[in-house]
Structure formats: structure tokens, C-alpha cells
């Protein structure tokens, strides 16, 4: 059981490091690595490199770059101001319009960005402030923010879709392709509670409408948005290239295959990024000075995700070489439990994984085994990796070491500390079971 318990000392390693000692999470990362090579004795150093080198020549590392860039140019050229004052032009109207829109936002961006940080970050910046001015708690707003930042996991096209199917036990059984409608049903599952939850938040806290003085008709907001709704392309064509009958005519024109050299996961950020240089153009720089200014403004947000993706992949074909998916599978199968008991086991153990860790890097840690012991309790392949994202999707809500719950705090200038409590009742647990039942298929979805 030697990988079992190098993967419990990982993640205690990284909760003492980040959480009680208080240290960035990229150091919590690079020791945590340190502390799992240890656990192969002589076979350190060799697994250290192994580890280093599988994480260097790991697509995934540019794209998540590249995804963490693309959140930041959405932010920057004030896009994902336009597309929330369309959503206030639909909701405003409604009481708690602003935590609504911040709800549904929270899905729409987090699709795009790829990173619950980046998503409670450019969605709180704006929601925040205006449910505030809609005399929403500034701790049930930051609460809400934190609460949906992991939601656009659990919608494709995100980042964490591809990486789990680019696993190797995951993607001998299904496609990030043949998961697009599924994940969508999951994710659709998971909004709706939301919606739901602040129904009753809003009759609870009495919460009214926004000032009719802050809503724009949606004519207006969409004459000035409309561009906005372009980035949508850099996904739709990727997507439209490699699926359905347009890649099967690509190959049958090109060649079997040509469609599948093809990356969506690289080329969506890339032509979104493409597409938001052309729209927001004039929100940016004109000279070189203005574009070093700005590249240096987003660098540090590389610093962190960087060193925690690369170090995740790292971690993670070291735990490979020394058995821990076949320990935990092994462990899991011998677990004669109800299929509903084994997937809350699973979605504990993912849950554990994703509140120290990104998304990302929660797939890349526990994908494979929680995808692997779910299909072994009798659950589709395409229901079992839908269920492993949405158990993810907890990525932002989990305190105490949760980033979106501080970035969310911040904005709203309230005590991290409040909110843990009510993330856990009001979007942790509940993710838990949702995703639980729809693991069983109490909640259908296709697949």
C-alpha cells in the first residue's frame, strides 16, 4: 500500500504546507512531490525525474496556460462586463436578479476560463459589488461567488474535460466528444439546484429587485454586447471541426485521422484569445510599452498555475509508478458496498483531492482511479467521467483551502472564516449528493 499512503502523506503534506503553515500553494506543490518520490527509497531520484520529464512534455501544461491567459484578456477588455449586463438586462427585474446573473455568469464564464479562481475573480469583481448595491449580505455574495466558481467544470468545454479523457484508463472508453451532451445534462443538474438555492436564499433574506435606474433595456446592453458573444466561436469551431458528421466529412476529404491531430484542448484558448484581441482591441494597449505593462500584469497569475499544474503531473506519474491507482482500485473493488455508498466514497476521496487542489490537477491526481472504480461498481463509462467532474466542480466551495472562497472574500471585504460553514451546507454536500444520484441514475443523463 506503499502508493495509498504516499497519496494520503501528499495531500496532508499540502493542507499542512498551504493551509496551517500558510505558504503559497506552489510551494505546497513542489514539497508534496518531494514528499511522494520519497516514498520509493532508492528509486527517488529516478522517480523524481520521471516525474519532471512526463509533466515537461504534458500538453495540458500550455493549455491550462493558455486558458489562465484567455480569462485574464476576457477580463481585461471589459467582455465579461458586457456579457453580465446582458444577463442584468434578462434578470435585473427579478429579486436577487444580481445573484442570478452572478449564478448563470459563473456557468458561462467558467466554460471559457477553465479556472474557478479566474472565474470568481472576473465574475466577482463585477457581481460582487453590484449584489452588494442590491443590499445582498457582502458575505452571502462573496458565498455565492466562491459557492459556483468550480460550476463551468461540470459544462464543456472545460479544461478539466480534456484532461481527465486524455488519461490513459479514461480515454480507452470515452471521448471528450462523446461527453460534451452528457457533461452538459450533469452540469445542468448542478445549475439548477443553484438556481433553486437562491430562490430560497432570496425569500429567506428578503432580498428585492435592482433599481430599475441600474438596468439597461436588453436592446441597448445587446447593441453594445453583441460582439462579445463571438468568443463563443473560438469553442463552437473546434468543437464543429473534430465532431459529428463535419470531422467525418474532414477525414473522408483529408484522410482517416486528420481530424483527430487536432486539438481542442489547445485550440480552443487559442482562438478565443484570437477572437477577444480582435473585439475588446480597443480596450487594449496601442505601443509596446502598454503590452509589457500588461504581460507583466498577467505573469504572475502563470507563476501559480504553472508550478501547481506542472508539479500536479509530476506528483501524479509518480504515484502511478508506485501502484497507487491499482492500490485504491484494488481497495475500492473489495468495498461491498451498494453502488450509491461506493460513488459517495469516490466523490469523498475526489472531494479531498479538489479543495487543496485546482480542477486540473485533481484530474490529473484522482481521475483515473475514481473513474476506473466507478465503471468497476457497474456505471457507464460516460456517466462515470461526467460524475468525476461534477465531483470536482467543488473545486472553488471547499474550505478551508479553497482560493475563490479568498478571492471572493476579498472583493466583498468580508472574513473568509463565515463563509466556510455555508459553502459546505449550501454547496458542497449538496454537489455530493446530486452528483451521488446522478452516478446511480436517479438523475438521468445521456450516456
Do not use: H
Request: proline share 6%; aromatic share 10%; charged share 10%.
Amino acid at each position: 500500500m506503499i502508493g495509498l499512503w504516499a497519496f494520503v502523506a501528499y495531500i496532508c503534506v499540502i493542507i499542512l504546507w498551504n493551509v496551517v503553515i500558510k505558504r503559497g500553494i506552489g510551494e505546497a506543490m513542489v514539497i508534496g512531490f518531494v514528499v511522494v518520490a520519497v516514498f520509493g527509497g532508492a528509486q527517488a531520484p529516478g522517480l523524481m525525474w520521471a516525474g519532471i520529464r512526463a509533466a515537461a512534455t504534458e500538453e495540458v501544461v500550455f493549455a491550462a496556460s493558455a486558458f489562465v491567459f484567455m480569462g485574464f484578456l476576457l477580463g481585461r477588455t471589459g467582455l465579461v462586463d458586457r456579457l453580465v449586463d446582458m444577463l442584468n438586462s434578462l434578470l435585473g427585474r427579478l429579486r436577487g436578479g444580481p445573484a442570478y446573473v452572478s449564478t448563470v455568469a459563473s456557468a458561462l464564464f467558467g466554460t471559457i476560463s477553465g479556472s474557478g479562481s479566474g472565474n470568481a475573480a472576473a465574475v466577482g469583481s463585477i457581481t460582487i459589488p453590484w449584489m452588494m448595491r442590491a443590499n445582498i449580505d457582502p458575505r452571502l455574495a462573496a458565498t455565492v461567488v466562491a459557492g459556483n466558481a468550480g460550476l463551468g467544470i461540470a459544462f464543456p468545454p472545460s479544461s478539466s474535460l480534456f484532461i481527465l479523457t486524455g488519461l490513459g484508463a479514461v480515454s480507452s472508453l470515452v471521448s471528450a466528444e462523446a461527453l460534451f451532451l452528457s457533461l452538459f445534462a450533469g452540469g445542468a443538474w448542478l445549475l439548477l439546484y443553484r438556481l433553486v438555492l437562491m430562490w430560497a436564499l432570496v425569500r429567506r433574506y428578503g432580498i428585492g429587485p435592482v433599481d430599475p435606474g441600474l438596468i439597461q433595456p436588453l436592446r441597448r446592453t445587446f447593441a453594445a454586447g453583441w460582439p462579445s458573444l463571438l468568443i463563443f466561436l473560438g469553442i463552437a469551431v473546434p468543437v464543429v471541426l473534430t465532431t459529428g458528421a463535419v470531422a467525418a466529412w474532414l477525414d473522408a476529404w483529408a484522410g482517416a485521422g486528420t481530424m483527430e491531430a487536432v486539438s481542442i484542448i489547445t485550440w480552443i484558448p487559442v482562438l478565443v484569445i484570437l477572437v477577444t484581441l480582435v473585439v475588446g482591441r480597443r480596450s487594449l494597449p496601442r505601443g509596446p510599452r502598454g503590452w509589457w505593462d500588461l504581460l507583466g500584469e498577467a505573469g504572475p497569475k502563470y507563476g501559480v498555475i504553472g508550478v501547481v499544474l506542472f508539479f500536479a503531473f509530476a506528483a501524479s506519474t509518480v504515484l502511478g509508478e508506485l501502484g497507487m491507482g491499482e492500490e485504491l482500485t484494488s481497495l475500492l473493488s473489495a468495498i461491498d458496498a451498494p453502488a450509491f455508498v461506493l460513488a459517495l466514497i469516490v466523490g469523498v476521496i475526489v472531494l479531498a483531492a479538489a479543495a487543496p487542489l485546482t480542477s486540473t490537477a485533481t484530474m490529473v491526481a484522482v481521475g483515473s482511479v475514481a473513474f476506473t472504480a466507478l465503471v468497476g461498481a457497474g456505471v457507464s463509462p460516460t456517466v462515470a467521467a461526467v460524475a468525476v467532474l461534477m465531483f470536482a466542480s467543488t473545486e472553488g466551495a471547499s474550505p478551508p483551502g479553497a482560493a475563490p472562497i479568498y478571492i471572493a472574500s476579498g472583493i466583498a471585504g468580508v472574513d473568509p472564516t463565515r463563509t466556510f460553514l455555508p459553502l459546505l451546507l449550501w454547496y458542497v454536500l449538496p454537489t455530493l449528493l446530486i452528483t451521488t444520484l446522478v452516478a446511480v441514475g436517479f438523475l438521468p443523463i445521456p450516456g
